[in-house]
């Protein structure tokens, strides 16, 4: 069967075998994922926790929803995000009068009217069949989650512990090259605490963490699509500023603590609280988008933005860095610093090798998302890749 040929098949409305072999090779890997978490996870009195789907769900969620991501509807590519639960576990749903066919045609003709973010089509399944429900904002811990990002780019993921805070990111799959997370990546020597809570999985405290301003940081930077440094500092280093150059452009003097406040008020259950928390973050990870480098330090105290980087005086260069990447079959890799990227990597990467205690969050325009930190067991800079973690 040629492709075409395959194609002209899912543009009707019922699919009868799955045709994506991506779908069918990953579908055993993220059930067991989801089983697995299931067994291990502990959801906190008043939290649902969502069914965890089988092989067969999977493939057919993921079959179905990859070739809705190739059509157009008038124009545009579909965004849609889909969440397999029924009805009765999602909080306040729009509930159709009719279920309707979970086909490609179903998901984009609807797509124009959930393509906002943090609504998902609910569907469920009727024996061996799949239907949608409705919508809705809600959904429990452990919810199964496939985000289209674009044509033939889709996203596994679930809600964390407490229904607060960035999603957890099972697998990627970008049409036959497909990513699946690797969490024992979290436990390799000198992983930065950042990691394990992006992966959102090591241990029941992070389960339940009620969230992790880096991660919201970090997926901000991202979003904004125009690049970013972002350095963290200990409060205790009093020498970065050798790091930079002076006079810093825009000094903030005192440091600016709204985020650290909100972060020490630790109120995920308060409607005021999460949207005072989303508006601090937005505005933090806005200054990020400036020319230069955004200081903050473990407190999440704002320092200075739009800095600019230089080698520490009688520091040598940096020439090599470690790179390493969460996902299954990758292994870190030494190369030259002059092969991480451009400039903005390279301060970044610098800045960390002058100043072993700091941690870089680097984020490019084209979506990559870098976190550089120091490893004193292999006494070089690494180069953490985890863009996979933030779509």
Avoid at 303 to 322: C, D, Q, S, V
Wanted: with cysteine; proline share 6%; net charge negative.
């Amino acid at each position: 069967m040629t492709l075409n040929s395959i194609i002209e098949q899912h543009l009707g409305d019922n699919v009868p075998f799955s045709t994506y072999q991506a779908a069918r090779g990953i579908a055993g890997a993220v059930e067991a994922h989801f089983r697995h978490h299931h067994e291990i996870s502990e959801i906190k009195d008043g939290y649902l926790r969502a069914p965890a789907p089988d092989a067969k769900v999977i493939e057919t969620l993921l079959d179905t929803t990859f070739w809705a991501s190739l059509r157009r509807e008038e124009g545009y590519s579909p965004k849609i995000s889909i969440a397999f639960l029924p009805p009765n576990q999602a909080g306040e749903p729009l509930i159709l009068g009719r279920h309707l066919p979970f086909t490609p045609h179903s998901l984009t003709k609807l797509a124009p009217a959930v393509e906002r973010s943090g609504i998902h089509l609910g569907v469920w399944r009727d024996g061996d069949n799949l239907y949608i429900w409705g919508t809705t904002r809600i959904i429990p811990s452990l919810c199964f989650v496939l985000e289209v990002i674009e044509p033939g780019v889709l996203v596994i993921k679930h809600r964390r512990g407490t229904g607060f805070g960035k999603f957890v990111n099972v697998a990627v799959l970008s049409g036959d090259q497909v990513k699946l997370i690797d969490e024992r990546s979290s436990r390799l020597p000198d992983c930065p605490s950042l990691i394990h809570s992006l992966m959102g999985n090591q241990s029941p405290e992070l389960w339940n963490d009620s969230m992790n301003t880096l991660v919201l940081l970090s997926a901000s930077m991202r979003a904004h699509g125009r690049g970013g440094i972002l350095l963290v500092l200990p409060v205790t280093n009093t020498d970065w500023k050798e790091s930079i150059v002076h006079p810093i452009t825009y000094p903030v003097e005192p440091s600016f603590s709204a985020l650290a406040q909100l972060t020490d008020q630790q109120m995920p259950d308060h409607s005021d609280w999460q949207n005072s928390m989303s508006k601090a973050i937005s505005s933090l990870a806005g200054l990020t988008a400036v020319d230069g480098a955004t200081i903050i330090n473990e407190q999440y105290e704002l320092m200075a933005f739009g800095a600019k980087i230089a080698r520490g005086k009688g520091r040598p260069h940096i020439e090599e860095i470690l790179i390493t990447e969460p996902i299954r079959g990758s292994s870190g890799r030494r190369v030259s610093s002059a092969q991480i990227g451009g400039t903005r990597h390279l301060s970044a990467a610098q800045f960390v090798f002058d100043q072993k205690d700091a941690m870089a969050l680097v984020a490019s325009q084209d979506g990559r998302f870098t976190i550089f930190s120091w490893s004193s067991c292999e006494e070089i800079v690494q180069a953490h890749r985890v863009d996979v973690l933030l779509m």
